[in-house]
Every structure is written in structure tokens, then in C-alpha cells.
């Protein structure tokens, strides 16, 4: 018979019978203990990354994978605003790009993830500079038009994120995304 190596032990041993799993008696013993230790710390997993999806505010955050906004953010930096400079500065060549917001989260954030409120903006301008909000808006103009960005700015209507609308928005940018292949 072909070697295999332990689950416990990781010792190389000849299997000498249907569902032998370790090397030895003291392996065996320790093997219920080792697996359902496996089993926990499994369940202990699903169970946080249920909990963290579960909370409206880690759907915001731009950094987890399955998030509204990671894939949100990744269409307009990928997608749509590909080829355009920074909304900001005009730089065509930043080191790193953002989604960065004319009107701000905090600000309004019924705009969050509001399609003419987001545009590629370079690390510079969005992190270090404040957005360059003078800039951003007349580039904004140049972009959207007086009347849309207006529409931005009069907007003050009070919104409440809940987890089946973020699903169906996140859902949403990231089929955009792998139609485009990104």
C-alpha cells in the first residue's frame, strides 16, 4: 500500500485498514479532539464573517472583498472613469487612484454610492488635499453639467442603508466589473 502521512503527526505510516487516519494508538486517541477543534474553530469563522455581514457599516467599508462599496468603488476606478485623469488636479498619471466623493460620506450619505457624487480622484487629492473640492466641482461641471451637479448639492434627503438594498447595489457593480474583466 501506498504511505501516507498521519493527521496528527504528520509521521509517514503503511494504512493497514479502511479509514485509518494516523500512524498509531496514541495518534488515534488524540484524533476526535483534533477534529472537532477543527469543526469549532470552522464554525467560529462562519459565524464572525455572518456577524460582520450582518452589520450595515461593514458593507461600507471599501477594504472587505465582498462589501457594496469594494466593488462600487472598483467600478468607478476601473470601469467607467478608466481612462479619465483625476477629477481634481486633471494628473492622468497617479500612483494610486481612489473613488473619491464631491460631497463627502459623512456629509451626505444617501450620495454614498450615488453614481454622479463618485469620480476617479488620485491618492494626492482625495487623502492629503481634502478632495480639492474648488477644483473637483468645476471639473465636475465640465463633466455632469451645472443642473445634475446642483441636484447633488440640494440634495439633503435623509436615507437609511439596509442590507438587501446594499446586496442588490453591490450585486449590481460587480457584474459590471466581470463583464468588463476586472
Not at 106 to 115: S, T
Not at 129 to 139: F, K, L, Q, V
Not at 143 to 166: M, P, Q, S
Request: proline letters at 3%.
Amino acid at each position: 500500500m501506498k504511505a501516507r502521512n498521519c493527521d496528527i503527526c504528520g509521521e509517514s505510516y503503511e494504512k493497514k485498514r479502511m479509514g485509518q487516519k494516523t500512524c498509531g494508538p496514541l495518534c488515534e486517541s488524540m484524533l476526535p479532539r483534533v477534529e472537532k477543534a477543527k469543526k469549532q474553530k470552522a464554525e467560529n469563522r462562519k459565524r464572525k464573517t455572518q456577524f460582520l455581514q450582518s452589520q450595515v457599516s461593514e458593507w461600507h467599508k471599501h477594504s472587505n472583498p465582498w462589501s457594496t462599496a469594494y466593488w462600487f468603488h472598483r467600478w468607478i476606478r476601473l470601469v467607467r472613469d478608466k481612462n479619465d485623469p483625476c477629477i481634481s488636479c486633471d494628473n492622468p498619471d497617479a500612483v494610486q487612484w481612489h473613488a473619491g466623493h464631491y460631497r463627502s460620506r459623512g456629509a451626505a450619505p444617501q450620495l454614498r454610492y450615488h453614481v454622479d457624487n463618485v469620480h476617479k480622484q488620485c491618492s494626492q487629492c482625495n487623502s492629503h488635499n481634502s478632495g480639492r473640492i474648488g477644483e473637483y466641482r468645476i471639473r465636475l461641471v465640465e463633466k455632469i453639467g451645472l443642473d445634475r451637479v446642483e441636484a447633488l448639492e440640494n440634495n439633503h434627503e435623509i436615507k437609511r442603508w439596509d442590507i438587501e438594498e446594499l446586496t442588490a447595489i453591490r450585486d449590481h457593480y460587480k457584474r459590471l466589473c466581470k463583464e468588463e474583466g476586472v
